[in-house]
């Protein structure tokens, strides 16, 4: 089974500092997709960072970063310079294939708080 | 403004009364999908669709029903909804490359559902 861990339940940080929020998976895939959404309180999904798997380099999105270690299959987010618009819900996101398509299969959340 | 629209967002219904929610996207993606996310268990796949005509089922397809008559729409049907389809709905879609790896998903604003 392909599943994504989110050990995390909620976190907190102060304003302008950095956070990491962590995520594993399990695949026996060699070729696949990882995703950070954020949820704020409107629920919308807004896509944070998306990670190749065949690419070695961190993805990085200004204040948003990866580090992902493939052999470790771990998957975390770093924000640095948090700011209160970062107070959200996030969601790692593995791509799994599913015959004869693919899913999104989600993490259960880290909801963060950034505070003053 | 590419975007994913779903209809209604807010919707009260009683138990076994058939009711559609409607997604449609202006962006020409071949892929669709409607996920629920419950407290507790992030967001879930129910079908998903790779094109026109084609559609298989997710992670929880029980007690719902999709269509995809035309490329920009993939309307969720519940032909008899009971309380424990109470939950918040997503409507995604994305470009579909190479035939094999999923591209960066969509999301609709989300459709909050309680079935009494």
């Known amino acids: 089974a392909q599943t994504v861990t989110q050990s995390q339940p909620e976190m907190s940080v102060q304003e302008a500092e950095t956070v990491t929020l962590s995520c594993t998976y399990d695949t026996s895939e060699n070729n696949y997709y990882l995703f950070w959404y954020k949820q704020p309180p409107s629920r919308q999904m807004i896509l944070v960072i998306r990670q190749e798997a065949y690419k070695q380099q961190n993805a990085t999105e200004n204040r948003f970063s990866v580090n992902f270690q493939k052999a470790a299959k771990s998957f975390s987010l770093k924000i640095s310079d948090s700011q209160l618009g970062d107070t959200a819900m996030y969601f790692c996101a593995f791509m799994k294939h599913v015959r004869p398509g693919y899913a999104l299969n989600f993490g259960k959340g880290t909801s963060l708080l950034v505070t003053p | 403004e590419a975007q994913v629209t779903q209809n209604p967002r807010y919707l009260i219904t009683v138990t076994g009364k058939k009711l559609t929610v409607t997604c449609s996207q202006n962006?020409?993606?071949?892929?669709m999908s409607w996920y629920r996310q419950d407290p507790g268990l992030g967001l879930r796949q129910i079908y998903y669709?790779?094109?026109?005509?084609?559609?298989d089922k997710g992670d929880v397809p029980e007690g719902y029903k999709v269509s995809r008559k035309e490329k920009r729409n993939f309307p969720l049907i519940l032909e008899s909804p009971s309380p424990n389809q109470t939950s918040l709905y997503f409507c995604?879609?994305?470009?579909?490359?190479?035939?094999?790896?999923?591209?960066?998903?969509?999301f609709g604003p989300g459709t909050r559902l309680l079935v009494l």
């Open positions: 995604a879609s994305s470009p579909q490359r190479g035939g094999r790896y999923l591209e960066t998903q969509y």
């Open positions: 669709s790779m094109n026109v005509e084609v559609t």
């Open positions: 962006m020409n993606h071949e892929y």
